[in-house]
């Protein structure tokens, strides 16, 4: 990392590059020849009484004595990806919102106010795309309001680590007493190779609604309720796949349309929401005594040729940062991060 003009350290910030991303070096321990530096690359974020706070893209908040800065500048946004769709991140906010949608919903300003009984976090959060219309810190105690009319605990979905995410918005979230609570990534990757992926897919089974058999496997199914199904058959075209039970050792004749067979739960389930170019992919999940057979390749190829068929051409799935085997078969099917997103929650 690169910080000098003409042979010296310099500090080219300054506070009127709040909002812009940044990359520092500052001094980590005393002074002196023996002195360690540590850089940090993010959004500015804050610059008062002589502490600069700047947003990494995990949206981790890192508060710097400006005392300790040896060097500044302001850089570019992340390069381009190399791979998989070009997007930005109003598309797959507005694409990622449609494929789960509350059972209720209310504005407040551009912002969004979402609940469904208490089913999942991003049906039960608000997004606050654009300007709430009011001062932050009166839309925070609004919220707080419309949620406690629910029974719901508040929470408010927020990105970090993509061009146009909300850096600033966590660090005010923070300083108004809200704290993250849990992080995800949205990946994105071509559908097409997706689609091609070397999977026997004639166990797969495509419904257009969940029955009892896929409830069953869900793991978030925990208390049956209408808001549930609601939130779940959401979006412009959506797909249910379910592989039976036994079908999952049967090969190639096991059938397209096998079914769970004696009241099994499945062995593994899927769903995509199709909108527009974008396939998106949740709730692909294997039981425990099936796993490491292909059977969530063989989901996701199956939900992806369906979503080709419908003219999409672009993927993207949402995997939480502590999901290692998710993200490695992820990996392997040649999916990116794009951004972060965060629930934020007051402590």
């Given at each position: 990392?690169?910080f000098?003009m003409g042979g010296?350290?310099?500090?080219r ?6 909002g ?6 500052r ?10 530096f540590?850089?940090t690359?993010g959004?500015?974020t ?6 600069v706070?700047i947003t990494?893209?995990?949206?981790e908040?890192?508060r ?5 800065l040896?060097a500044g500048?302001v850089?570019?946004?992340?390069p381009?990806?190399r ?5 930005s991140?109003a598309?797959?906010?507005a694409v ?10 209310e504005p407040?300003g ?7 009984g ?7 959060s ?8 009011l ?10 309001q419309?949620y406690?009319?629910r ?8 990105a970090?680590?993509a061009?146009g995410?909300?850096?600033t918005?966590?660090?005010e979230?923070e ?8 992080s ?9 190779p997706?689609?091609?992926l ?5 166990a797969?089974r495509l419904t257009r609604?969940p029955d009892a058999a896929?409830?069953s496997?869900?793991?978030r ?7 549930v199904?609601r939130?779940?058959?959401?979006g412009?075209s959506v797909w ?5 039970g036994?079908a ?11 079914g769970s067979?004696?009241g099994?739960?499945p062995a ?6 199709v909108d ?10 294997v039981a ?6 292909g ?9 992806a040729?369906r ?8 993927a993207?799935?949402?995997?939480e940062e ?5 993200r490695?078969l ?10 972060r997103?965060h629930h934020?929650r007051p402590?």
């Amino acid at each position: 990392m690169e910080f000098t003009m003409g042979g010296r350290l310099e500090v080219r910030i300054t506070p009127a590059d709040v909002g812009k991303r940044v990359s520092v070096r500052r001094r980590s321990t005393g002074g002196g020849s023996g002195a360690e530096f540590t850089d940090t690359v993010g959004v500015l974020t804050s610059w008062n009484d002589g502490v600069v706070a700047i947003t990494r893209k995990s949206g981790e908040s890192v508060r710097i004595l400006e005392s300790s800065l040896v060097a500044g500048k302001v850089v570019p946004a992340a390069p381009a990806r190399r791979r998989g769709p070009a997007a930005s991140f109003a598309e797959l906010a507005a694409v990622t919102a449609r494929a789960w949608q509350p059972v209720e919903s209310e504005p407040l300003g551009a912002w969004r106010l979402r609940a469904a009984g208490g089913f999942t976090r991003r049906a039960n959060s608000v997004l606050p795309l654009g300007d709430p219309g009011l001062p932050l810190g009166e839309a925070f105690e609004r919220i707080e309001q419309w949620y406690g009319e629910r029974g719901l605990p508040p929470y408010i979905q927020t990105a970090t680590g993509a061009e146009g995410t909300q850096e600033t918005l966590c660090a005010e979230l923070e300083r108004h007493g809200w704290r993250r609570e849990v992080s995800a990534e949205v990946r994105i990757a071509a559908l097409a190779p997706v689609g091609d992926l070397e999977a026997d897919v004639s166990a797969v089974r495509l419904t257009r609604e969940p029955d009892a058999a896929w409830l069953s496997r869900y793991q978030r199914f925990s208390t049956p309720g209408p808001h549930v199904l609601r939130v779940l058959g959401s979006g412009p075209s959506v797909w249910f796949a379910t592989v039976a039970g036994e079908a999952s050792g049967a090969g190639a004749g096991a059938g397209a349309g096998a079914g769970s067979g004696g009241g099994e739960p499945p062995a593994a389930i899927g769903r995509c929401v199709v909108d527009g170019r974008w396939a998106g992919f949740m709730a692909v999940e294997v039981a425990p005594e099936h796993r490491r057979r292909g059977l969530a390749t063989a989901v996701m190829a199956a939900l992806a040729r369906r979503a080709l068929d419908e003219g999409a051409s672009a993927a993207w799935l949402q995997v939480e940062e502590d999901n290692e085997g998710a993200r490695a078969l992820y990996d392997g099917m040649g999916f990116a991060p794009h951004h972060r997103y965060h629930h934020f929650r007051p402590a």
